[in-house]
């Protein structure tokens, strides 16, 4: 499993549930607008960093640092300023970071956890607030003989 699916993963097993709709990059780069179902969370990854090679002989084998997005996209219209969406996104966004910051991943092979890189806000319009989450994941490939 991938890192990005153990975070949706994660994401889904929120309980109680606080996302109806979980997905990864290809639903995010599919969307034209707003998602069908709300509060949303896309799980990305932004950029992923590879090190040298750790071996003088033998196979390859580096370590790649990951930069994973949390897209969060929540809608709360009760209000005409926003306010209420805007406190909605804080409460999904610690309930984000306190289910990833700490988290090992399988393919973390040395057992560094997921830690917490930056947030912020990339859209907020007509009661609809756009979320990232950024985090920080790392992972070794290993050249296959």
């Known amino acids: 499993m991938t890192i990005n699916a153990e975070i949706q993963q994660l994401l889904k097993d929120i309980d109680p549930p606080v996302f109806r709709l979980v997905e990864g990059a290809a639903a995010y780069s599919a969307l034209s607008g707003e998602p069908k179902a709300m509060p949303a969370a896309y799980v990305v990854t932004e950029e992923e960093v590879s090190g040298a090679n750790e071996r003088m002989t033998g196979p390859v084998l580096q ?76 992972y070794y490939q290993e050249e296959q003989s």
């Open 63 to 138: 370590r790649t640092e990951a930069d994973i997005a949390v897209i969060i996209v929540t809608r709360n219209v009760s209000d005409n300023s926003g306010g209420a969406a805007a406190d909605d996104i804080e409460t999904l966004k610690e309930k984000v970071r306190s289910k990833l910051i700490g988290y090992v991943p399988t393919a973390s092979q040395d057992g560094e956890p997921i830690t917490h890189t930056a947030g912020n806000l990339l859209r907020m319009k007509s009661g609809v607030v756009w979320q990232r989450e950024l985090f920080g994941a790392a």
